[in-house]
């Protein structure tokens, strides 16, 4: 069997910026030029406008969204298998599960939608429990399944008939008590006396099984085919013919078929682990989303799981980082942000460098390993670098960066200003925007020792356009309190070409923490924090230091 090729994910933080969406772009590219793999730009939210203006103006194609990086079945060796027919005799349904050493097998219609299950125990309830000898009628048996179950040979009749009434009858008595035994439709197993096999046909029994024989009386023959007869010969014997019948009844009459628990391949695992422990069965059905059959799985496969594996950019937070980070295998991290909460089990890549923008880092490492910039990359290298330096005015933003960004405006063959400009106003577009479209757009969590805060950014060219969203988004702020659990919110204002903030809030220690942060006062429902442009470098840092004091 050839290698599987691994799959990794390159994926920036929650609520995703320009910088985060085009560095995952940029270096997934990149690995896929220089290692063996498959490495895919995701992305872990919805992007914003600007971003959005960026993708269609460079030809890039929007990175696919992932809500949560735990396992999943798809992610795990289960058993697949294209299931059982209904028609299934027990005995061949026993057969199978010895020789595939398993206790349950899935039973599937013509189009291989699951319509029931069979397990070990249904069948051994048929051997042991079942002394009603009119069963194998009641659960329409296909005389098939008998010829097959007793290595018989059908003489007179039509194989794919089905014995559908009557009860079975060893007729082990005197021709008398036979008589007085046989019904009308009944199965009759006899000997190879032929006096015997007529009077059972005579008696109008549907079926006559002889025993112990191979070649049949010409007349029994002819009379079986004038009453419509199914005559069947076996080599066993009456006892070994009769033990052995019911396990010719199919096992859709023994399955299960109501409230049977199923699982889908992106069904995440913790999910899967919790309905297992409440359930007592071994193996569970895995159906895809028009229900047919793809495979089944028992709680040993959990323990065959493979953990998706991630690239992170432009954060290293646990709580910037998309749901379920913790059960991912983290292969690298390339950021430009503060040291933050993430762990890993293993050592890995982590570049960090104190740079305005994680895609100046990237472009780096395409010099490093010799690989060559196309126009689009560097499009999205510089916009990113644009975004994230507010167009050279952030103090993030290091002589590094402006260099690498004129750099990239050559290869991309773009000016600076106007494509800095036109991807502010494109992002400074609220109109169709909602209150929390427009607040989660830049939003990221931070933690001060037992003190989780929120922090929003939202930039645009003009106060006018920042004016016109600030009373919702107050009014907003308290909602976002209760849903993230957190004990402070804060809005960042920021006019980019005016290069000031107007910092909102919500929380009962947000107020102190900015005054004492800042030393400004409030004024008008918030605090304007002049020359502030950066969250990273101007604002996280002394409202940290002021929740510490």
Avoid at 172 to 191: A, C, P, Q
């Amino acid at each position: 069997m050839a290698k599987q090729e691994r799959c990794v994910w390159v994926v920036g933080h929650k609520n995703p910026d320009t910088d985060s969406i085009c560095a995952a772009i940029s270096y997934a590219y990149l690995k896929n030029q220089t290692e063996d793999g498959h490495f895919i730009a995701k992305r872990a939210g919805s992007i914003n406008n600007e971003t959005r203006y960026v993708l269609e103006r460079f030809g890039a194609k929007e990175p696919g969204l992932i809500t949560d990086a735990g396992a999943q079945i798809k992610d795990i060796d289960y058993r697949q298998t294209e299931g059982v027919s209904g028609h299934f005799s027990l005995k061949k349904a026993w057969e199978l599960m010895r020789s595939l050493d398993v206790v349950t097998l899935p039973v599937v219609d013509e189009s291989k939608r699951l319509t029931g299950l069979i397990v070990n125990g249904d069948i051994a309830y048929s051997y042991m429990d079942v002394l009603d000898n009119r069963i194998l009628g009641r659960a329409k048996t296909q005389y098939r399944n008998i010829i097959e179950t007793i290595n018989g040979c059908m003489v007179t009749g039509n194989d794919h008939a089905y014995f559908t009434k009557g009860k079975v009858v060893v007729a082990s008595g005197n021709r008398e008590t036979m008589r007085d035994e046989i019904e009308d439709d009944d199965l009759v197993i006899v000997g190879n006396i032929t006096a015997r096999q007529l009077i059972a046909i005579e008696q109008n029994a549907s079926c006559v099984i002889i025993c112990g024989e191979t070649k049949v009386n010409p007349g029994v023959i002819e009379r079986a085919q004038k009453k419509e007869c199914v005559l069947i010969t076996t080599p066993y014997d009456s006892f070994t013919t009769a033990r052995l019948i019911h396990q010719s009844m199919p096992i859709r009459y023994f399955m299960t078929k109501e409230n049977l628990i199923t699982f889908e391949p992106d069904d995440y695992v913790d999910d899967v682990k919790e309905t297992m422990s409440k359930i007592r069965h071994r193996d569970f059905p895995i159906l895809d989303e028009q229900r047919h059959l793809v495979g089944m799985m028992s709680r040993r496969n959990l323990l065959n799981m493979k953990k998706k594996q991630l690239i992170l950019v432009d954060h290293n937070e646990r709580t910037q980082a998309v749901d379920g980070i913790e059960q991912a295998d983290i292969l690298e991290i390339i950021d430009h942000h503060r040291l933050g909460s993430l762990e890993t089990i293993s050592p890995i890549f982590f570049r960090n460098q104190p740079l305005g923008c994680t895609a100046t880092i990237i472009y780096q490492m395409y010099q490093e390993k010799g690989v060559e910039i196309n126009s689009q990359i560097a499009g999205l290298l510089c916009s990113a670098i644009l975004s994230d330096t507010l167009m050279f005015r952030s103090p993030t933003c290091t002589a590094i960066d402006k260099m690498v960004a004129e750099q990239l405006a050559q290869i991309a063959e773009v000016n600076v200003e106007e494509l800095a400009t036109a991807m502010f106003e494109a992002g400074s577009d609220f109109s169709a925007k909602t209150t929390e479209e427009i607040f989660y757009q830049d939003f990221k969590i931070f933690d001060s020792d037992d003190i989780t805060f929120g922090v929003a950014q939202v930039s645009a060219v003009s106060r006018r356009q920042l004016n016109s969203i600030k009373p919702e988004l107050q009014a907003y702020l308290e909602k976002v309190l209760a849903e993230k659990g957190l004990k402070m919110v804060f809005v960042m204002l920021t006019d980019i070409f005016q290069e000031e903030t107007e910092l909102i809030y919500a929380g009962g220690m947000a107020k102190g923490v900015i005054e004492q942060a800042f030393g400004v006062s409030e004024e008008n429902g918030g605090f304007m924090l002049a020359n502030v442009v950066s969250r990273k470098k101007q604002l996280i840092p002394p409202m940290m230091q002021a929740m510490q004091s």
